[in-house]
C-alpha cells in the first residue's frame, strides 16, 4: 500500500499556483524527504493533503483513503508536526497531552511519558512559559505518543538544539524501524541525507526529480580548487566560479583532459579535484531546475 499518493495534485491561490501538478508515491513504512527552499510549496502540499485547506484539483490519497471522503478517518491515524505549533493558552503541557490523546481516543499515558522523558520536557509548566523550543518538544509528543502509521513533519527541528535533534531523530528511527512510514519536509539537506532513502525535490510548487537520495546524489561534474592564478578561458562547462588571484573553486562537468591541458599552461601551484557535496548538486535543483550533470 502507497503511505502517500498523489496524482496531478493542485492548489491555486486565487490566479496564482501554490503547488502544480504534482504526482508522488511514498510507500509505506519509508522514511521519505521531502525537500525544498522556503516557499517552494512544501507546507502547501501537507496542508492539502491533510484537508487543511481543500484542492483545486487533482486526486490524493493516504494510507489508501481519500483525502477528501476519508479525512476524518486519515486524520485518527496519522501524525502532524506543522512548522510552528499553536496551543491554547492556560493550559499546561500535560493537559495538553492529555487532550491529544482523547483526541485520538487512546490511552498514551506510557508513551507520552516516556517521550517527554527523552526530550527533556517539563509536563507541569504552562504552555505560555515555553519557549519555541520545548513549544516544539511538546508538538513532537503530540504528534507520536499514540503510535500513528504516517507520521508527517514540517520542517520539525526549528527551535531545537543540536543534542535534542539527535534525539528526535533517534526517535524517528526506531519508529521507522517498527513500521512507521515517516514523510520528512525540509530545507536542510543534511537531515535528508542522513535520514532518508527516498526523496523528493520541489521548486516554484513543482516536484522537479524524485528518487533515491543516491540518485538524485549521482552527477558527473567535480569541485576543483586551483591554488595560483587561474583563468578559464576556453573551458566550457565551469560554474560556481569563485576566484581570487591566489586561489579559483568551481564546479566542472566539462573535458577532464582539455581542463588539464589548460590547467598545464597556467602559473598553478596546486590541484584539488573532488565530488561536490550534496548541499552543492540541491542548490543547483533550486536555482537551475536540473541537476549539473
Same mark, same amino acid.
Given at each position: 500500500?502507497?503511505?502517500?499518493?498523489?496524482?496531478?495534485?493542485?492548489?491555486?491561490?486565487?490566479?496564482?499556483?501554490?503547488?502544480?501538478?504534482?504526482?508522488?508515491?511514498?510507500?509505506?513504512?519509508?522514511?521519505?524527504?521531502?525537500?525544498?527552499?522556503?516557499?517552494?510549496?512544501?507546507?502547501?502540499?501537507?496542508?492539502?493533503?491533510?484537508?487543511?485547506?481543500?484542492? @483545486?484539483?487533482?486526486?490524493?490519497?493516504?494510507?489508501?483513503?481519500?483525502? $477528501?471522503?476519508?479525512?476524518?478517518? =486519515? !486524520? %485518527?491515524? /496519522?501524525?502532524?508536526?506543522?512548522?510552528?505549533?499553536?496551543?491554547?493558552?492556560?493550559?499546561?503541557?500535560?493537559?495538553?497531552?492529555?487532550?491529544?490523546?482523547?483526541?485520538?481516543?487512546?490511552?498514551?499515558?506510557?508513551?507520552?511519558?516516556?517521550?517527554?522523558?527523552?526530550?527533556?520536557?517539563?509536563?507541569?509548566?504552562?504552555?505560555?512559559?515555553?519557549?519555541?523550543?520545548?513549544?516544539?518538544?511538546?508538538?513532537?509528543?503530540?504528534?507520536?505518543?499514540?503510535?500513528?502509521?504516517?507520521?508527517?513533519?514540517?520542517?520539525?527541528?526549528?527551535?531545537?538544539?543540536?543534542?535534542?535533534?539527535?534525539?528526535?531523530? @533517534?526517535?524517528?528511527?526506531?519508529?521507522?524501524?517498527?513500521?512507521?512510514? $515517516?514523510?520528512?519536509?525540509?530545507? =536542510? !539537506? %543534511?537531515? /535528508?541525507?542522513?535520514?532518508?532513502?527516498?526523496?523528493?525535490?520541489?521548486?516554484?510548487?513543482?516536484?522537479?526529480?524524485?528518487?533515491?537520495?543516491?540518485?538524485?546524489?549521482?552527477?558527473?561534474?567535480?569541485?576543483?580548487?586551483?591554488?595560483?592564478?587561474?583563468?578559464?578561458?576556453?573551458?566550457?562547462?565551469?560554474?560556481?566560479?569563485?576566484?581570487?588571484?591566489?586561489?579559483?573553486?568551481?564546479?566542472?562537468?566539462?573535458?577532464?583532459?582539455?581542463?588539464?591541458?589548460?590547467?598545464?599552461?597556467?602559473?598553478?601551484?596546486?590541484?584539488?579535484?573532488?565530488?561536490?557535496?550534496?548541499?552543492?548538486?540541491?542548490?543547483?535543483?533550486?536555482?537551475?531546475?536540473?541537476?549539473?550533470?
Amino acid at each position: 500500500m502507497k503511505a502517500i499518493k498523489t496524482s496531478g495534485l493542485t492548489k491555486f491561490y486565487g490566479k496564482n499556483p501554490g503547488i502544480q501538478d504534482l504526482n508522488l508515491e511514498v510507500e509505506e513504512g519509508e522514511f521519505y524527504g521531502f525537500i525544498g527552499p522556503n516557499g517552494a510549496g512544501k507546507s502547501t502540499t501537507i496542508r492539502t493533503l491533510l484537508g487543511l485547506i481543500r484542492k @483545486s484539483r487533482g486526486t490524493a490519497s493516504i494510507l489508501g483513503m481519500d483525502i $477528501v471522503k476519508d479525512q476524518k478517518e =486519515i !486524520l %485518527s491515524q /496519522i501524525g502532524y508536526l506543522p512548522a510552528e505549533a499553536v496551543f491554547y493558552s492556560g493550559m499546561r503541557v500535560k493537559e495538553l497531552l492529555r487532550l491529544s490523546a482523547d483526541l485520538h481516543k487512546k490511552d498514551c499515558r506510557q508513551a507520552g511519558r516516556l517521550l517527554c522523558e527523552r526530550l527533556q520536557l517539563d509536563t507541569s509548566r504552562k504552555i505560555e512559559e515555553l519557549s519555541f523550543g520545548n513549544r516544539k518538544k511538546a508538538a513532537i509528543v503530540c504528534a507520536l505518543q499514540h503510535e500513528p502509521r504516517l507520521c508527517i513533519l514540517d520542517e520539525p527541528t526549528s527551535g531545537l538544539d543540536p543534542l535534542m535533534q539527535r534525539e528526535f531523530f @533517534s526517535i524517528l528511527r526506531e519508529k521507522n524501524q517498527k513500521g512507521m512510514t $515517516v514523510f520528512l519536509s525540509s530545507h =536542510i !539537506l %543534511s537531515e /535528508i541525507q542522513r535520514y532518508c532513502s527516498r526523496a523528493a525535490i520541489i521548486r516554484k510548487g513543482q516536484i522537479i526529480a524524485s528518487g533515491s537520495v543516491e540518485e538524485l546524489s549521482r552527477t558527473s561534474a567535480k569541485r576543483v580548487t586551483v591554488h595560483g592564478k587561474f583563468t578559464p578561458e576556453g573551458l566550457d562547462g565551469i560554474r560556481d566560479l569563485q576566484s581570487t588571484e591566489e586561489e579559483s573553486s568551481f564546479l566542472y562537468s566539462g573535458d577532464i583532459n582539455l581542463l588539464l591541458q589548460v590547467l598545464s599552461s597556467q602559473p598553478i601551484k596546486d590541484l584539488n579535484i573532488s565530488e561536490p557535496d550534496l548541499e552543492e548538486i540541491f542548490l543547483h535543483y533550486y536555482t537551475e531546475g536540473g541537476n549539473i550533470q
